[in-house]
């Protein structure tokens, strides 16, 4: 695009209420002139739009009077790209073809790009058809060609990629529209799914896109035809990491609109053998209130765990495996106890739900600040609770037993299978074991099983079949005759029978009878033992009497929950 095409075309774009900011037509034509690529002009340009791909050319193809081409008619046609560099061809966003009725064709993202136009002609020596299609469009195009053709013709050659010292190239294509749409469409999806996590991962076939929905993976499309570093790389810039740190971890974090939704992400980077992969954990800002008995709760285990909020001090503990749900109960509880006659000071790592009301921190572990330095500080801000992201390590355990030892209540959380291991891991830190007796109030083991929809979930009644065919069933207590629920799918629930997750919970509360085994060498077993006797309520129990209200099926209390 040279001369005033560029003035000319973003006032036509103005004039058919395209654009979606109000950049001055000067400013977007001498962003296009700076343009080192050709079709990088047009690139930029479609960030200000508020078009799809093929919305934006079909208003090239009218504003330069040239014919549009789709996709399918790209792929079926005879592909001459064997005739050109493969460097060229994505360089130019162009896609050569032979045409039965037009002879030899070059389809363009930009028809002001002359040096393509005239390439074109000297490597077909003679006239060239000149059509218009989509950035996308003659991407997937090349990397259908090209990813299996220049290959094999070429023995593995030249690839289009920067070189791993080419920084600057590898920001601006990672900045492009068309990885800058991916990227955007990724994170859009992702929260149409309500999923909590994507994970992008480069294998040798290419990159592999999956999404946790429901606390499961399921595979999604790959963004086709852009290299794997540019979107990591975009993923870096969107996470303010370094892009041309490739060897090491990373860890990032933004705060962005995904579709509708405002959004935080946290983006850890990881390097692979085949590059690097990224793993984005979405944190949705509008979640609506933190509600406790939408948890899942028994009306039990509901009932003492209000009671032991009433407590002035001591340490109250969640526990379970990563993604289990520990944040959201943590936050639930804090918002029971949020009221103006209570001073709340949390140490988080991220801050996952923002509760008005509460004085809430992060730890920066690049300065200093970390869990057990904010609580060494917390403590002299007169605080009534203190909540503790996680004890990671026996500094953290010790400042935190010692916080609830001098008049607080504390909560937190720590990575254990049951709520009984929670008393050796501790002992294990390096706690002593007359200091857990002194402060330790209740330990809650939790999971997250998958709720039926309630739209389409269907009734099973057990047979003596169905009991042989599985005998975890019967070991866990059903019996033939008994009605049970199964998924079915619909297209709310798109087509998997679950929508939404709850809790199966755990709640020992410490007696004076589990206080006495608490010794240099507690065994968790003999806790849990003991506990059970006393009436503790098991996760596995929990989940039975949640499968037995039709809330969830048999299968997910055995896939997050064992027989003990």
Known sequence: MTGDEPVRFVEYLRQNNHLTKTTSNGALAEQGRRER??????????????????????????????ERVALQNMLSATSAVEL????????????????????????V??????????????????????????????????????????????????????REDDVESLRDLASGAPVVRAVNDLLEKAVELRASDIHIEPFHAGLMVRMRVDGLLRQVAAPAGLLPQAVISRIKIIAGLNIAERRLPQDGSARLRAGRSDVDIRVAIMPTQHGESAV??????????????????????????????????GMIIITGPTGSGKTTTLATVLSILNEPSRKILTIEDPVEYEIPGVNQS???????????????????????????????????????VHAALTGHLVLTTLHTETAAAAIPRLLDLGVEAYLLRSTLRAVVAQRLIRQLCDRCKSSKTLTEADLADDPR???????????LREPCGCERCGGTGYRGRLGVFEVLELTNDLRQLIGE???????????????????????????????TPPAEILRVTTVR
């Open 521 to 551: 060498k507690t065994d968790g077993l003999e806790i849990d033992e003991s506990a059970i006797r006393g009436g503790m309520t098991t996760m596995l129990d929990d989940g039975l009497a949640k499968c037995r209200a039709g809330l």
């Open 280 to 313: 984005i954990r979405i944190l949705p800002k509008d979640r609506g209130l933190l509600v406790i008995e939408k948890l899942g709760f028994s009306s039990a285990d509901d009932a003492k765990i209000r009671r032991l909020l009433t407590l002035p001090h």
């Open 84 to 107: 050109f560099s493969q460097r060229f061809l994505r360089e130019m966003v162009v896609f050569a073809y032979r045409s039965a009725g037009a002879g030899a064709v070059l389809a």
């Open 362 to 400: 992060q730890i920066k572990p690049a300065i200093g600040l970390t869990f057990a330095a904010a609580l060494r500080s917390f403590v002299r801000q007169d605080p009534d609770v203190i909540m503790l992201g996680e004890v990671r390590d026996s500094e953290t355990a010790h400042v935190a």
């Open 109 to 162: 993202a930009d028809p002001g790009n002359a040096a393509a136009r005239r390439a074109a002609e000297i490597v077909f020596g003679g006239d060239v058809a000149i059509k218009v299609a989509s950035f996308e469009d003659i991407t997937v195009a090349l990397n259908q060609h090209l990813g299996s053709e220049e290959v094999a013709a070429h023995g593995g050659g030249e690839t289009f990629q920067p």
């Open 37 to 66: 690529l050709p079709g990088e002009v047009y690139g930029r340009l479609w960030e200000h739009t508020n078009l799809s791909a093929s919305e934006f050319a079909d208003e090239v193809a009218r504003f330069y009077d040239l």
């Open 473 to 483: 069933l019967a070991a866990l207590g059903f019996q033939a005759g008994e009605v």
